[in-house]
């Protein structure tokens, strides 16, 4: 595999919250009213993804997952940090990332338009972007269904004709007919049958080969990230707590918070005996995440430093990183 980067975000921070107009900034100057809640969905968070990597980023719902994957994607725009695309962050740079990064979401049918037949949405883009002429259009629709695994004769009709699995191959089809280089999939198998699942999977890992492809795989489901990634990173309220090989992560865990996770997949015990962990708590709400190192509050393990001081990142092994003062004492 080829190690240039391909895609670097840097220090991103994204919150969300109403900016408040003049009359409400004047109420809470003066004391009439409180500002409105702000949700901290992104702290300072870095990311770099290689050429032909399959990165899984895992964590709990709500922990900001998909909010970086909409940031990386170019969809929202971060408070503070940037991305940089082959190294370079200008405009120039923001334009070529656009085309060349499209997003797979998680409910195929909320991402098609309803009125619009299969060819028509296929289409759209590449004719948009000048990719392809009118003429020949409809021969580069019908290569871009077939790489989907979608049959080109039913391009005619509409997405509510088909079920979630060829909806997401309609999905994945429109995304791979403006010819990117990286796919950042949301979630994009969460809404399947298990079986249906596996050919899906299976479909975007023929696709890395075939076109080259980069994924960034977002999922909370720790078994379809650790078939499909290279590397994975764990993220928890807003932060990546730990990133490695995937073979690595699951052999040599790391952060707490990654272990407690690994401990949560069910296994069979000697016996037929099933045995699996829950996570202590809660994940604390993102309008109010505890100071220091977020997981604080659950961790098993948490000194009182682990209260008032967020920990770094700090390379474990080469290539594992682990942000957790447990490190420092080793
Ligand atoms: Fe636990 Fe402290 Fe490590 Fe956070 S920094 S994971 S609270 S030991």
């Known amino acids: 595999m080829s190690r240039d980067i391909l895609m670097e975000a840097r220090g991103i921070t994204r919150k969300f919250g109403a900016a408040p107009d003049m ?4 109420a809470i100057r003066l004391g009439l009213a409180k500002p409105a809640p702000v949700v901290h969905a992104l702290d ?22 998909s909010t970086l994957g909409r940031v990386i994607a170019g969809i929202l725009a971060p408070n503070q940090g940037g991305i940089a695309w082959r190294g370079g962050d200008g405009e120039k740079a923001g334009r070529e990332a656009g085309l060349s990064t499209q997003m797979i979401f998680q409910n195929p049918m909320a991402a098609l338009n309803p009125r619009m037949t299969t ?4 289409a759209e883009a590449p004719l948009a972007h000048g990719l392809v002429s009118r003429r020949d259009c409809p021969a580069y629709v019908d290569k871009y269904l077939r790489l989907a695994g979608f049959d080109p004769q039913m391009k005619t009709r509409l997405p509510h004709q088909f079920s979630g699995g060829q909806r997401q191959r309609i ?12 796919l950042v999939c949301d979630e994009s198998v969460a809404a399947l049958d298990v079986s249906i699942q596996a050919q899906i999977i299976n479909l975007f890992m ?9 994924y960034l795989f977002i999922s909370h489901d720790l078994g379809v990230v650790e078939h499909i990634s290279d590397r994975v990173a764990i993220m928890y309220l807003g932060r990546i707590v730990e990133e490695a090989p995937v073979e690595e992560i ?30 202590a708590g809660e994940l604390p709400s993102p309008l109010h995440p505890p100071g220091g190192c977020h997981f604080h509050p659950r961790c098993p393990l948490a000194m009182d430093r682990c ?6 990142k700090k390379e474990v092994a080469p290539g594992h990183f682990s942000a957790c003062h447990l490190n420092d004492m080793a």
């Open 23 to 26: 009359a409400a900034r004047i």
């Open 206 to 214: 023929d696709l890395r080969d075939q076109l080259d492809l980069t």
């Open 171 to 182: 999905n994945i089809a429109r995304a791979l007919a403006v010819q990117p280089e990286f």
């Open 119 to 122: 060819e028509q949405i296929v």
């Open 44 to 65: 300072d968070v870095s990311l770099t993804i290689h050429r032909g990597e399959v990165v899984g980023l895992v964590g709990e719902s709500g922990c900001g997952k």
């Open 250 to 279: 699951f052999a040599r865990p790391n952060h707490p918070y990654t272990q407690a996770l690994l401990a949560e997949i069910p296994r069979i015990e000697p016996g037929g005996k099933r045995k699996f962990t829950t996570i």
């Open 307 to 312: 209260k008032v001081e967020a920990p770094c």
